[in-house]
């Protein structure tokens, strides 16, 4: 991969950037209700004041320049205040991203564990009861909405069976191998949740994109090789037949972010997506914001890293 | 996969060689109906749908029970004869509140994707027939919607609009314009996309060019030639969306930002009875399975569709 295309890549992706965040301050900043909030609306506060306040916050300046300054704020890594916990909405998020990433990280390898091998068997022989079954599974794993998904599981393996704590602890009191046991038991049913339905809705598209590749000549040409039928399948067929697959998961991320934020509410994950209904709830905008932008930048980060990824293992595409 | 050349035809060969001649005297409608019906589930799912529609519609004249009747002597009953689907933790009766949530689901369903499918069909017809600049445009503004954040975006915009459009609209009314806008307008994207494709490649085609020989005009050119034939997998992916929009429904108001308590939608329903999952699961089943079967048969009906609506595939 050529320096220079890697360059482009990256500074493609500042304009989207900027785009998301033009759209968030749009919505911000069209929304009815005055910032100021309780304060505008305070009979105790004189209009004098008012008028300051707006003054020195710069409510009263024109919309451009406000989204500089929030632009700039940004940018410089001063996310403001939350208005509940009175704490910096940066640290805020720092706590709980890791634990955001690691669920979602470990669930989409569980996703491509099971979509992968599922989605070439359905392949290999298009059509079978295999392929069939694969097919109809997909399909009712990916109507499964994760909320409904992670209540059954609370109840069949917490309440009914005991086996698993059905609220995440965060600060778990235990060391060495323990500490991994009770980290493992407690993040099984989440990660199995959010795995599960993103294998779900991976596997028809694993086995399409093993069907376009087996029907290609070069395939044709290893097996009449004498090349045995295993080797054709993980050397010639799967290694090509996945590239696709890695801008499908990229596509997908933002319904993958959407299943984590409802999984992380149901389990009590301290995650960003608990902390993001959390702050819904209690009014707390500045956090929505940031987390809402988070995410967003996840997806533009991480649908670049795709990209690369794409051109790295696709020779084939011609970079200019 | 650019580059590649599927040459030896096999299982799924696409193309013109494979197109399957309609069965003599069957008008499209009436062959699409046979492929249909070769789709076992899609059929079966025709008919689940179908019974969850008409138990929606019909439920509540038969089943008289009123959805916020509260009766503390039944609390948190499981299902028996005078309420088959169990109460909640208010005495109400279960059933009956899942017929009306039903309603508010699937109206909620069908209007957002009817908001989807209009501005997507425009967006896309707009980019398919523009090309150069404005094309590319509208397609960078497509791919920045589908890079942002659903699930955080629907709830930042129905926690800031619903007061304003509650004060408006009144209190159902409000949330259910909000809703279905909001659901509908972040959704638009992958039709519009499937319709340019559709029409970026009908529009080269010889019968649009003879079209455009005999003089006919742009618009007449979209919506004669080009647009009908556009319709199979425009549909298809309509019907995925009402499930998508289903399921987006009841993700807010099973997080809490949509209905309100007395409007029991399926997610709402979900939503009050976590607390209660140790000592009345029935309450969230229901609901939840209630989802889980609207959302699974339109699914596969989707399914279905394709097969019937894809002329190239044989069946």
Known sequence: MSRSYLLRRVLLAIPGLLAISVILYTILALAPGDPLGEIATNPNVPPAVQLALRAKLGLDDPIWQRYLHWLVAMAQGDWGFSFTSQESVSRLIMQRLPVSLALFGTSEVLAV???????????????????????????????LPTFFTGLVLILVFSVKLNWFPFVFESNVQATGLAWWWIEFKQSIMPIAVIGLFQGASLVRYVRSSMLDVIRLDYVTTARSKGIGARRVLMRHVVRNGLIPVVTLVAVQLPQIFGATIITEQIFRVPGIGSLLIASILAD????????????????????????????WLDPRIALR | MSGSIPASPSVEAIGPAAAAPRAAGLSPTADAWRRFRKHRLAVVSLFVLGVIVFAVLIGPLIWRVPIDAIDFSAMLQGPSLAHPCGTDALGQDLLARLMYGGKISLAVGVAAMLVAVIVGTLIGAISGMASGRLDAAVMWVTDMFLALPQLPLLLLLIYLFRPALQRMLGEQGGIFVLIVTVIGGLRWMPLARLIRAQFLSLREKEFVEAARALGASKLRLVIRHIMPNAMGPAIVAATIEVANAIIAESTLSFLGVGFPPDVPSWGRMLYDSQDY???????????????????????????????????????
């Open chain 1, 284 to 311: 707390d905008i500045p956090v929505v914001m940031a987390v809402t932008f988070v995410y967003a930048c996840l997806v533009v980060l991480l649908n670049l890293l795709a990209d690369l990824l794409y051109v």
């Open chain 1, 113 to 143: 564990l099971v979509a992968v091998p599922v989605g070439v068997l359905a392949a290999v022989r298009p059509y079978s009861w295999l392929d069939q079954i694969a097919n109809t599974v997909g399909l009712i794993g990916f109507s």
């Open chain 2, 277 to 315: 999952l140790q000592i009345a699961p029935h309450w969230a089943l229901f609901p939840g399975s209630a989802i889980f079967l609207a959302v699974l048969s339109i699914n596969f009906i989707g399914d279905g569709l394709r097969d019937a609506l894809d002329p190239r595939r044989v069946i």
